[in-house]
């Protein structure tokens, strides 16, 4: 069952990903809280959980397809055929709101965004440890729970199949976390201030949109 709670037996089995780090890399200052993930996968499914320790729960965004990111996000980037082209991007707030596109290639390469594009078939739950845009408390933070079927991954850039034994994809994930301020009872984002990226694998510059390094999952069953 999709329902953001990390306590599952079957997600006590599956390790746990490296912890995130700065977007840019080595010598850049470590993520200020923590982001790892575990990820599991079937005939029919790629499940993955994601944990975000955060003490101050903030989202403002319900609309699908906005701009995720201008929220504090949780990012998935997925290219099934390693080729760098025909890509796909899933991201998601506090509220479980998504945004999910298709890039034909890279933004530097002049690559387009396909926003009409719709991750089908995709579970999503979120777990809430604490209060959500309450400022008064100190939270602990959030879980994502995701289950994403094969088919959503059609041609071009995948087969719309699991993948074959020893099969591997370019993968990444993102964090983006916001500097915020408490007014007048709520949380407001500090007006001017840069968002910190935080990442799986660093992509040695503030550019998601580089899949040449991103890291790899080995689908080895």
């Not at 003490?55 to 980037?77: K, N, R």
């Not at 100190?138 to 099969?167: C, M, N, R």
Request: charged share 25%; proline share 6%; with cysteine.
């Amino acid at each position: 069952m999709i329902d953001g709670r990390a306590s599952d037996a079957v997600w006590r089995a599956a390790p746990w990903s490296e912890a995130f780090v700065d977007i840019r890399g080595a010598g850049f200052a470590e993520p200020l809280f923590a982001t790892r993930f575990r990820a599991l996968w079937d005939e029919r499914a790629l499940y993955l959980l994601a944990e975000l320790a955060e003490p101050q729960l903030f989202a403002t965004l319900t609309a699908h397809d906005a701009v995720i990111f201008h929220d504090p996000d949780f990012e998935l980037f997925l290219d099934p055929d390693a080729d760098e082209r025909h890509y796909f991007e899933l991201e998601l707030n506090a509220f479980g709101t998504t945004w999910d596109l298709k890039l034909d290639r890279p933004y530097h390469r002049g690559g387009r965004a396909d926003d009409s594009w719709e991750l089908k078939g995709l579970q999503v739950a979120i777990g809430l440890d604490g209060t959500i845009n309450d400022p008064r408390d100190i939270d602990v933070g959030w879980t994502v729970e995701l289950a994403i079927p094969w088919s959503a991954f059609q041609a071009p850039g995948g087969t719309g199949k699991a993948p074959a034994a020893g099969e591997s994809w370019r993968v990444n994930f993102s964090r983006v976390e916001w500097p915020l301020s408490a007014l007048a009872g709520r949380h407001e984002k500090v007006p001017g201030a840069c968002e910190d990226n935080w990442v799986w694998t660093p992509q040695g510059r503030i550019d998601m949109h580089r899949p040449e390094r991103w890291g790899y999952f080995d689908f080895n069953r």
